[in-house]
Nanobody
Framework: QMQLVESGGGLVQAGGSLRLSCAAS????????MGWYRQAPGKQRELVAIIAAGGSTNYADFVKGRFTISRDNAKNTVYLQMNSLKPDDTAVYYC?????????????WGQGTQVTVSS
């Protein structure tokens, strides 16, 4: 069973930056789609950004131009660089690995890291 451990969350003022990291306990496959999701109090979990094996990315509209997702397969790690943070970005951020094998699909989740943006 693969474990995902997020780090880099914290308290930051509006306009500031944070960099989240997510390290996997086992090797990331090149076919894996890696991503970041977030969940604010009283709201559903939502997609923030995903990155596919070839490096193609997809971002939620509310983070385009501010956040950048990247991955390092050699280090089994995915990153989320967050710039120009807003109070609305306050949430628990979760790392995800979506693995699709023939006849089987598995989702792995981290425990989450809190990001709090003060106004």
């Amino acid at each position: 069973q693969m474990q995902l451990v997020e780090s880099g969350g914290g308290l930051v003022q509006a306009g500031g930056s944070l960099r989240l990291s997510c390290a996997a306990s086992k090797s990331i496959f090149s076919i894996d789609v890696m991503g970041w999701y977030r969940q604010a109090p009283g709201k559903q979990r939502e997609l923030v950004a995903i990155i596919a094996a070839g490096g193609s990315t997809n971002y939620a509209d509310f983070v385009k131009g501010r956040f950048t997702i990247s991955r390092d397969n050699a280090k089994n790690t995915v990153y989320l660089q967050m710039n120009s943070l807003k109070p609305d970005d306050t949430a628990v951020y979760y790392c995800n690995v979506d693995r699709k094998l023939p006849g089987r699909r598995t989702d792995y989740w981290g425990q989450g890291t809190q990001v709090t943006v003060s106004s």
